[in-house]
T-cell receptor, first 114, second 109 residues
Framework: ETGVTQSPTHLIKTRGQQVTLRCSSQSGHNTVSWYQQALGQGPQFIFQYYREEENGRGNFPPRFSGLQFPNYSSELNVNALELDDSALYLC?????????????FGPGTRLLVL | GQNIDQPTEMTATEGAIVQINCTYQTSGFNGLFWYQQHAGEAPTFLSYNVLDGLEEKGRFSSFLSRSKGYSYLLLKELQMKDSASYLCAATQGDYKLSFGAGTTVTVRA
């Protein structure tokens, strides 16, 4: 186990709805990255949060947004859900600014949009 | 931009050796990660190569050639529990992991 937790584990939404996914980082880590993994594909980088600010973003539209809190936990918000948003959402924590840059993944939230 | 290529599937026999190749073309390259992912689970960290050469860690070894944009993961003494997807990921700048689509390894008895 990595010490990274995510909630909920599974979620079913309908098109147009909004969803909030949560992630608690591993103790000692100050950075959270979010990834979307479609079935049969590798994870795709959404964005990263460091010291409560967005520290890089992948090729995702603005309806994907996030937050990081003072305790380094993070939220991923997706507005106006589309069918293609159905995927496994993974968060990964790391200790940016140290030699230990390895990202450790949580168990993921599986989102189904109907 | 980034382009990470790895084979889609590989099959090997229990006790054998399998080598999974990965080629990458990534701007701002820092290093190369390998992760293992069992079906329905999160990726788990296997190795990280920054410098050229071979890093050995038990049954698993990983190699990197920065000049060739090439890495491989070597799995020795294969066990049934090694059946999984193996993800190659290149780091860009300080933050972004760019993943390949993954190589599904099936270990047969």
């Amino acid at each position: 186990e990595t010490g990274v937790t995510q909630s909920p584990t599974h979620l079913i939404k309908t098109r147009g709805q909004q969803v909030t996914l949560r992630c608690s980082s591993q103790s000692g880590h100050n950075t959270v990255s979010w990834y979307q993994q479609a079935l049969g594909q590798g994870p795709q980088f959404i964005f990263q949060y460091y010291r409560e600010e967005e520290n890089g973003r992948g090729n995702f539209p603005p309806r994907f947004s996030g937050l990081q809190f003072p305790n380094y936990s993070s939220e991923l918000n997706v507005n106006a859900l589309e069918l293609d948003d159905s995927a496994l959402y993974l968060c990964a924590s790391s200790a940016l600014g140290t030699e230990a840059e390895t990202q450790y993944f949580g168990p993921g939230t599986r989102l189904l949009v109907l | 931009g980034q382009n990470i290529d790895q084979p889609t599937e590989m099959t090997a026999t229990e006790g054998a050796i399998v080598q999974i190749n990965c080629t990458y073309q990534t701007s701002g390259f820092n290093g190369l990660f390998w992760y293992q992912q069992h079906a329905g689970e999160a990726p788990t960290f296997l190795s990280y190569n920054v410098l050229d050469g071979l890093e050995e860690k038990g049954r698993f070894s990983s190699f990197l050639s920065r000049s060739k944009g090439y890495s491989y993961l070597l799995l020795k003494e294969l066990q049934m529990k090694d059946s999984a997807s193996y993800l190659c990921a290149a780091t860009q700048g300080d933050y972004k992991l760019s993943f390949g689509a993954g190589t599904t390894v099936t270990v047969r008895a």
